[in-house]
């Protein structure tokens, strides 16, 4: 049986007193959360040398509605230029995304995504090139069409 697990630990000194988090994730399906999560999309690395916006995750390509989990970091290591992450229903139709975040170069994230809406992101320069990495640990992949 597959077993994907993600480990975080942070340390802050920023208040009078130091905190430490340290939290481990056993990454399950929906359906039966004693099974871990046993297909991924690959991880992919992408090349971005200018500020058009670009899908990264298809919702054709997960079962709608499951136990995904989404790693994305931003590979570069300019802490000056991010890249935007939004939902988004298409990459050319900018009015629909709704911006998660931004992930300044050596940032990354990890979230749940339902497979229900596309992944997209877009770099805040033109002027760079930045490189994102990604990976869906999928609670099902649809089959490949065609």
């Known amino acids: 049986m597959a077993t994907t697990t993600a480990t975080i630990n942070i340390s ?5 007193y130091p905190i430490t988090i340290s ?7 929906s359906a039966n959360p004693s099974v871990g999560l046993d297909e991924t999309t690959g991880l992919r690395t992408k090349k971005f040398t200018d500020a058009t916006a670009a899908v990264i995750v298809e919702h ?3 079962t709608d509605d499951m136990a995904h989990k989404l790693y994305i970091r931003n590979a ?5 230029n991010f890249f935007y992450v939004a939902y988004n229903a298409s ?3 900018a009015t629909t995304a709704e911006t998660i975040g931004k992930l300044h170069g050596g940032d990354w994230m990890l979230m ?3 497979g229900n809406t596309n992944i997209t992101v877009a770099s805040s320069t033109t ?3 930045q490189y994102l990495e990604y990976m869906v640990f999928a609670d099902g ?6």
């Open 112 to 114: 749940p995504y339902d």
């Open 141 to 146: 992949i649809v089959a490949a069409k065609g």
């Open 127 to 129: 002027s760079e090139t």
């Open 12 to 16: 802050s000194d920023i208040l009078s």
């Open 23 to 29: 939290k481990t994730m056993t990454m399950s399906k």
């Open 76 to 80: 570069s290591t300019n802490k000056a």
């Open 60 to 62: 054709d390509e997960l």
């Open 91 to 93: 990459a050319a139709a």
